[in-house]
C-alpha cells in the first residue's frame, strides 16, 4: 500500500509508469497497492489506455509472430501449467492489441524493461491483482 495522488485516475483503475517498472491499482483516498513490473524492452513498450477483455489461469502460450521471427525454436503452442510457459499462472489480456499483464516464468525479469510489450507480474503479484479487478476494468500506462 503506498500514497498515490493522482486525480486523473479513479479508485479501480490500473496505472503502470513503465519508467517506473511499477503497477499501481488506484484505490482512492490517496492510496493505491503497487506492485513491481517488468515492461517492454526500447520500442516495444506501450502507453496510453485500455481496458481488461479476458481473465485466465494458467493460460496457454502462442508466441507471436515477432517472437517466433526472433526466437524460431520455440514450439506453437505452450500449454498453461507448463515451466516454460511464459504467462505464469494467470493472465489478463487487454484490449490494445497482443498485450496482457501476466504472471512469469522468470522472476528475475521483474523490475527490468525485457518483454515485447506485456506487463510481467510476479506470480504471487498477479495472482492478489487477479482477484481484485474484472473484467473491463481499465488500464492506463504512461511513459
Same mark, same amino acid.
Given at each position: 500500500m503506498v500514497g498515490f495522488s493522482d486525480a486523473r485516475f479513479r479508485p479501480g483503475t490500473?496505472?503502470?509508469?513503465?519508467?517506473e517498472r511499477q503497477?499501481?491499482?488506484?484505490?482512492?483516498?490517496? &492510496? !493505491?497497492?503497487r506492485y513491481p513490473v517488468a515492461v517492454?524492452?526500447?520500442?516495444?513498450?506501450? #502507453?496510453? *489506455? !485500455?481496458?481488461?477483455t479476458a481473465k485466465y489461469i494458467r493460460p496457454d502460450w502462442a508466441p507471436s509472430p515477432e517472437v517466433r521471427r526472433d526466437f524460431p525454436h520455440l514450439p506453437a503452442l505452450i500449454r498453461g501449467g507448463a515451466p516454460n510457459n511464459p504467462m505464469g499462472v494467470a493472465a489478463m489480456t487487454l484490449s490494445n492489441g497482443n498485450y496482457a499483464i501476466h504472471g512469469t516464468n522468470r522472476p528475475g525479469s521483474i523490475g527490468r524493461a525485457v518483454s515485447y510489450g506485456c506487463i510481467r507480474m510476479a506470480?504471487?503479484?498477479? #495472482?492478489?491483482?487477479? *482477484? &481484485?479487478?474484472g473484467v473491463s476494468t481499465p488500464v492506463v500506462a504512461l511513459p
Open positions: 490500473i496505472v503502470i509508469r513503465n519508467s503497477l499501481y491499482l488506484v484505490l482512492g483516498g490517496n &492510496r !493505491a497497492i517492454g524492452k526500447s520500442r516495444k513498450s506501450w #502507453t496510453g *489506455q !485500455a481496458r481488461i506470480n504471487h503479484d498477479i #495472482t492478489d491483482l487477479f *482477484q &481484485r479487478v
